[in-house]
């Protein structure tokens, strides 16, 4: 059932299941599989998925390779919904333990805001992360461009980049090592540092040696039309022609609503086993807030291991009985 500031309220003494934090790809298909082990579930979504900003989703089996990730969430979330989940657009603040069941405040509306609370016995942090962005006075002028040919994800996109002149936008010498990379689809590669940081003089050698570009001038705008990048305009009003763009400035992890429970982490990554479950034994970490590969494909996968080893446990405490109800009581074994 869809949940809304009007109708939250009959959730709120449920003890689910499971609770999903996140709707994007890995989130959907967590619920899809914990309904159809017949369980109950919750998922809780602010959207925008990073999903959301995919204009076309080009590795995915099965799917058109042109399609935007937003087609294949709304796909996600009326299959979830026609299994019978529950889905509230919300924003999850805090999670609390206590004893064995989790309490999970969230915040329902940016405007006339509501609080509330629901419990489960199972989490599901699948609340992945977003990209951070050049930097620019203008940032209409970044959105512009950002998820068509100026892109993120070398693995996404490099076979769209093969062979064309792209400029890498960084954020330290660490991250334009991703050039060394980008090199297996394309040579024409330019890096910027918007002289925002300093290379040292080995770097700087050695993208000579590759035969890179290195360009330290600040930009001051994307130009191109119809979503397509065609080159920057630096400070110094010089143009620098480019077909593509990947760029390569870290990003922001949501996971905050975790603060108070003590997970192990590597950097800002959960760690979890190979059923994506985390240290702590009811939480799961899914897609792209944990350790792995940041792919549509994996966090699907994720959603299906995570909703697997939740009906594990939960089977296992259960058990299953005979359904003595269901044997004929004229047959009997003994003939
Ligand atoms: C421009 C772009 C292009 C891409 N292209 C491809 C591609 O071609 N192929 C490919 O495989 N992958 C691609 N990716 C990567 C892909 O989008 C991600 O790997 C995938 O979306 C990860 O899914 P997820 O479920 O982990 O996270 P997401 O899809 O990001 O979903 C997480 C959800 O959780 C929500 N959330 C976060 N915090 C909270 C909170 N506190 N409370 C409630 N909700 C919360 C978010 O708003 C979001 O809706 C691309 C990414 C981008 C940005």
Same mark, same amino acid.
């Given at each position: 059932?869809?949940?809304?500031?009007? !109708?939250?309220?009959?959730?709120?003494?449920?003890?689910?299941?499971?609770?999903?934090?996140?709707?994007?790809?890995?989130?959907?298909?967590?619920?899809?599989?914990?309904?159809?082990?017949?369980?109950?579930?919750?998922?809780?979504?602010?959207?925008?998925?990073?999903?959301?900003?995919?204009?076309?989703?080009?590795?995915?089996?099965?799917?058109?390779?042109?399609?935007?990730?937003?087609?294949?969430?709304?796909?996600?979330? &009326?299959?979830?919904?026609?299994?019978? +989940?529950?889905?509230?657009?919300?924003?999850?603040?805090?999670?609390?333990?206590?004893?064995?069941? /989790?309490?999970?405040?969230?915040?329902?509306?940016? @405007?006339?805001?509501?609080?509330?609370?629901?419990?489960?016995?199972?989490?599901?942090?699948?609340?992945?992360?977003?990209?951070?962005?050049?930097?620019?006075?203008?940032?209409?002028?970044?959105?512009? %461009?950002?998820?068509?040919?100026?892109?993120?994800?070398?693995?996404?996109?490099? %076979?769209?980049?093969?062979?064309?002149?792209?400029?890498?936008?960084?954020? !330290?010498?660490?991250?334009?090592?991703?050039?060394?990379?980008?090199?297996?689809?394309?040579?024409?590669?330019?890096?910027?540092? @918007? &002289?925002? /940081? &300093?290379?040292?003089?080995?770097?700087?050698?050695?993208?000579?040696?590759?035969?890179?570009?290195?360009?330290?001038?600040?930009?001051?705008?994307?130009?191109?039309? *119809?979503?397509?990048?065609?080159?920057? @305009?630096?400070? *110094?009003?010089?143009?620098?022609?480019?077909?593509?763009?990947?760029?390569?400035?870290?990003?922001? %992890?949501?996971?905050?609503?975790?603060?108070?429970?003590?997970?192990?982490?590597?950097?800002? *990554?959960?760690?979890?086993?190979?059923?994506?479950?985390?240290?702590?034994?009811?939480?799961?970490?899914?897609?792209?807030?944990?350790?792995?590969? *940041?792919?549509?494909?994996?966090?699907?996968?994720?959603?299906?291991?995570?909703?697997? +080893?939740?009906?594990?446990?939960?089977?296992?405490?259960?058990?299953?009985?005979?359904?003595?109800?269901?044997?004929?009581?004229?047959?009997?074994?003994?003939?």
């Amino acid at each position: 059932m869809q949940l809304s500031k009007q !109708n939250f309220q009959e959730r709120t003494d449920k003890v689910y299941d499971a609770i999903v934090i996140g709707g994007g790809a890995g989130g959907l298909s967590a619920g899809v599989y914990l309904q159809r082990y017949l369980l109950s579930s919750l998922i809780i979504d602010k959207g925008k998925a990073r999903s959301f900003w995919m204009q076309e989703l080009h590795n995915y089996l099965g799917l058109p390779p042109d399609t935007p990730g937003r087609t294949l969430l709304k796909h996600g979330k &009326d299959h979830y919904l026609s299994v019978g +989940g529950d889905l509230l657009n919300a924003y999850v603040e805090e999670v609390v333990e206590e004893g064995d069941i /989790f309490v999970v405040r969230v915040k329902i509306g940016r @405007q006339d805001s509501i609080y509330a609370e629901f419990r489960t016995k199972y989490l599901i942090a699948a609340s992945g992360i977003i990209d951070n962005l050049p930097f620019l006075d203008d940032m209409q002028n970044v959105y512009e %461009y950002a998820g068509y040919n100026l892109h993120v994800c070398l693995i996404c996109d490099g %076979y769209e980049m093969a062979d064309k002149k792209v400029g890498i936008f960084g954020k !330290n010498q660490r991250s334009l090592e991703v050039a060394f990379s980008l090199g297996w689809f394309t040579p024409h590669i330019t890096l910027f540092t @918007q &002289d925002m /940081f &300093d290379v040292t003089p080995q770097f700087r050698q050695r993208l000579e040696d590759y035969g890179y570009e290195l360009i330290e001038e600040p930009i001051e705008k994307f130009i191109g039309e *119809n979503h397509q990048m065609t080159g920057v @305009q630096l400070m *110094n009003s010089s143009v620098v022609e480019l077909e593509a763009g990947l760029i390569s400035m870290g990003s922001q %992890y949501h996971s905050g609503y975790l603060s108070s429970i003590d997970i192990q982490r590597q950097g800002e *990554n959960l760690v979890t086993d190979k059923m994506c479950r985390t240290s702590h034994p009811r939480i799961f970490a899914i897609g792209d807030l944990k350790v792995g590969l *940041n792919q549509v494909v994996i966090a699907a996968a994720d959603g299906a291991l995570a909703a697997t +080893g939740i009906w594990q446990d939960i089977r296992r405490e259960k058990g299953v009985k005979p359904r003595l109800d269901k044997i004929d009581s004229s047959f009997s074994l003994v003939s």
